[in-house]
């Protein structure tokens, strides 16, 4: 069966560094992997999405790789601040042709240390 | 603009009883989901509605989920004789269409408690 493994642990980063999280899969072929974060008591909200075709996505201080080979996604902050503190998910989708939702990850805990 | 709303937010059933949660997505997204999280969990697919047609619903756990949005806007999940394990937050996101290639919007959720 599909398996997406988001690093269960909560992740404790000094502010300033780069936090990087990290998206593992088995048994799944994503045309599209996707990037949310969520904050206690709210939806998810997007942040990048990054194509099977695509090594490397930049926005501000976000970046995500996706290595189709190790299935696997890095998704890296840089200069991390105390608001970057919540659960950030990942997310892989079909191609088109299937009416499927986003399969996620359980999501990762950052927090961010004044 | 308005973003994507849910009511209620916050729904307390007694076992046994039905739950209607709402969802109101951005205006003219096509595409509407449901999603369930569970504490500590991600998000997991419901059922997906493409305007009013409702395309897959794999994901409903069992007979007792319906969902319905009969005008393609508006959108109603129906839980019928609660169970304490449909305890959860129930979440709509709604995309300007099906594929992955597009981000989805989500609403806060409605937190049911079956009790």
């Known amino acids: 069966s599909q398996k997406i493994e988001q690093n269960s642990e909560a992740l404790n980063i000094q502010e300033g560094k780069t936090a990087t999280l990290t998206c593992n899969y088995t048994?799944?072929?994503?045309?599209?992997l996707q990037w949310y974060r969520q904050d206690p008591g709210r939806g998810p909200v997007f942040l990048l999405l990054?194509?099977?075709?695509?090594k490397e996505k930049r926005k501000e201080r976000l970046k995500v790789t996706f290595d189709t080979t190790l299935k696997q996604s890095l998704f890296h902050i840089t200069a991390s601040q105390p608001a970057d503190s919540a659960t950030y998910l990942c997310?892989?989708?079909?191609?088109?042709?299937?009416?499927?939702?986003?399969?996620f990850g359980k999501g990762t805990h950052l927090i961010i240390q004044p | 603009g308005a973003g994507v709303s849910q009511s209620p937010r916050y729904k307390v059933a007694k076992r046994g009883q039905d739950v209607a949660l709402r969802c109101d997505p951005i205006?003219?997204?096509?595409?509407l989901f449901w999603y369930q999280q569970a504490l500590g969990q991600g998000p997991e697919f419901l059922t997906y509605?493409?305007?009013?047609?409702?395309?897959?619903k794999s994901g409903l756990p069992s007979d007792r989920f319906f969902a319905e949005r009969p005008e393609g806007s508006v959108s109603t999940l129906k839980i019928q004789r609660t169970q304490q394990e449909d305890s959860a937050v129930y979440l709509c996101?709604?995309?300007?269409?099906?594929?992955?290639?597009?981000?989805?919007?989500f609403g806060p959720g409605t937190r049911l408690t079956v009790t």
């Open positions: 996101a709604s995309s300007l269409a099906r594929t992955g290639s597009y981000e989805q919007y």
């Open positions: 048994n799944y072929s994503p045309a599209y």
């Open positions: 990054i194509r099977e075709n695509e």
């Open positions: 997310a892989l989708a079909h191609e088109g042709g299937g009416a499927d939702g986003l399969t």
């Open positions: 205006s003219g997204h096509v595409s």
């Open positions: 509605f493409q305007n009013e047609a409702q395309l897959d």
